[in-house]
């Protein structure tokens, strides 16, 4: 057999496509990150047809293309919540903007293999988005986000995600140290709000796309 981890993690995806369904999202699989990004350009925004969007932190989105793609959009109004450039305060506007959009893009820190979609957040505008506000959601995820219960996904998030996530984003926490989540009372703490999404409520709001590749934290 050729490429058997990639037909290890097909058959893996095609069972976490069935249960996300099942919990009334919208799935897709895709091969590539690149294949993601053509699936939200070439079906799902035109489908959708939104007059604004926006997104949250996720390395998975960015890892697409898809950022780049629509950051200078002339033909919705574009919210660039990853502009650094503003001050603090603009880019809070921004953020609390951003949950009014059309589409809010994302990812998400962790999947169940039974559909439940889990994340861990400093701010909240990220999981506030997926969980109301916005008509529409996109969230890619990678295959290394697939966790086989809600234990997991949490310890997952806890040791692996939110501590490689201080050290990129170059925060003064004490798993930045460790490795290991020290449950700290750090002013860096970036993880703050915890939200676990079961089902997605009104059906299809929420576009998951699956994509076979490792990509993120």
């Avoid at 293999?113 to 995820?141: C, H, Y």
């Amino acid at each position: 057999m050729k490429n058997p981890i990639n037909v290890y993690w097909s058959k893996r995806l095609e069972q976490v496509k069935k249960n996300l369904e099942s919990n009334n999202f919208e799935v897709y699989i895709a091969d590539t990150s690149e294949d993601a990004k053509n699936i939200a350009l070439d079906k799902i925004i035109p489908e959708l047809s939104p007059k604004s969007v926006s997104w949250g932190g996720s390395m998975t989105y960015v890892s697409t293309g898809l950022f780049h793609a629509l950051k200078d959009s002339q033909d919705m109004e574009v919210l660039n919540t990853f502009d650094k450039s503003l001050p603090i305060d603009a880019q809070m506007e921004l953020r609390r903007r951003s949950l009014l959009v059309d589409l809010f893009i994302t990812g998400t820190n962790a999947v169940t293999e039974s559909g439940q979609l889990v994340n861990l957040d400093m701010i909240g505008n990220r999981i506030g988005a997926i969980t109301f506000g916005p008509k529409n959601v996109i969230i890619f995820m990678g295959r290394n986000k697939i966790s086989c219960d809600l234990d997991d996904a949490m310890y997952r998030i806890k040791n692996y995600a939110a501590p490689v996530n201080t050290m990129n984003l170059d925060k003064k926490t004490p798993c930045r140290e460790t490795g290991f989540c020290q449950d700290c009372k750090s002013p860096d703490r970036i993880c703050n709000t915890w939200t676990i999404t079961e089902k997605c409520f009104p059906p299809k709001r929420v576009k998951v796309i699956l994509i076979n590749e490792d990509l993120g934290f």
